[in-house]
């Protein structure tokens, strides 16, 4: 239900009506009581004129009228009071009609907030929470409705007091915000959105903050830029790869036939191992050579329908010495529906889970364990690989980087790793994304269960 502060004063308009209606009722009460005496006074006064004198029943009959003529007047007063009476019950019915219509509405409002997938929070202008939903409370992770809170006091993570501060200043031009915090062991990114709550008279009374979970979002606009960047550097590639191929080779003859050549003549210790140098670092160019033409080529994909959960044990068996002697626990759970056969590459798929399961070892070097699951998805229908370590995390400062070619936090390794794991996911059509936090990271594959080979690029670079 969505919480909102409640007004001290709301009931005084029912409290009001109740007090007219009683004073109405009382005031009947009491003029009927002066009818019966006067219809009392009446009686007497009748008694008395038949033993007057003669010359006194003109005062006594006089007398009689002023009874009559105050009786006539108390009967008026009543009937006005029974109007009253009346009138007030009408108001109070439709008092009782408007409140409960008023709340309906609020209900149906509360109902409308609280089932909204972004958190909704209004504040005082001091910045006091008057109201809030529930997706709101699960942002700010409070334990209580929230409602009397200060928005500095709700959340250590998110600077939403700042931020309804910035936003009232008149040179402010940012219309919304991102926000990160970690929320159930998971990095989150918030979009923030401050607009000012006026009254009937348009004055600003508070304000109104909306955060919406952004964090898919953001990395759809995150593999979007990364897929760009592909386009752009697998060019880069291809045309790197065809100007130094025919160079690197020719210099790679000459250099064997120049060794050659000095294995005839006595040539120096110095000599041969500048010979090793120069063979060593042609050897290092080639492959970095190969891994750009790797990057570039989208190759020829060798389609299977492929056993998900036996091509998952093979790669488990392989590295589980590895995880062993590193004290690395390997724990599997699979989908209870059954998981139909994925038209892959398996050759290509082996490549990406192997890699996975090796970083997610290196991500553990004083042990730990891999978390392996496996789920059937029907919207769409694909299925979910999650791989999971309780390593230390990625920092956040790194995250957007891991998938660009090139870029690693090892001390060995090339960095072409992810970024060839993530091309291809791609070229089948699916997706790899990852979330991380100081304990641990995981890296989700998701793959439709069939493959539109007319989407599917297939060119090779030579």
Known sequence: MFRIRQDPTRKTPALAIIGLLVLSLSAL???????????????????????????????????????????????????????????????????????????????????????MDQAVITTDMQGEITSINERGRQFLQLEDDGIGHRLNEASSQIALEEYRQEMQLPESIEETRDFTLMLEGTLRTLRGFCQPMKNREFQVIGHIIQLRDVTERVLIDERLRRMERYMGLGNLAAGLHHEIKNPLAALSLHVQLLEEQLDQSDASDDIQEMLGVIKTEVMRVGGVLENFRDFASVGHLHYDDVEVQELLDRQLKLIRPQAEQQGVTLKTEFSTEPIPTVE?????????????????????PEGGTISVEVTRMTEPDSVRIEISDTGSGIPVDLQDRIFDPYFTTKSQGTGMGLALCEKIIRQHNGALDFRSSPRGTTFRISLPLKMNHLETTRTEYD
């Open 344 to 364: 892959m590459d398996r050759i290509r798929l082996e490549q990406v889970l192997l890699n996975l399961l090796l970083n997610a070892i290196e991500a553990m």
């Open 29 to 115: 009460g009491v003029s009927a009581w002066i009818m019966v005496d006067f219809q009392r006074e009446q009686i007497i006064v009748q008694e008395l004129i038949k033993n007057l004198p003669p010359n006194m029943t003109a005062s006594a009959e006089e007398l009689m009228g002023e009874l009559r003529w105050q009786f006539r007047l108390t009967i008026l007063i009543v009937i006005n009071v029974i109007l009253t009476a009346l009138a007030v019950v009408i108001l109070w019915r439709a008092y009782r009609s408007s409140l409960e219509s008023l709340r309906d509405i609020k209900a149906q409002a509360s109902d409308i907030l609280s089932s």
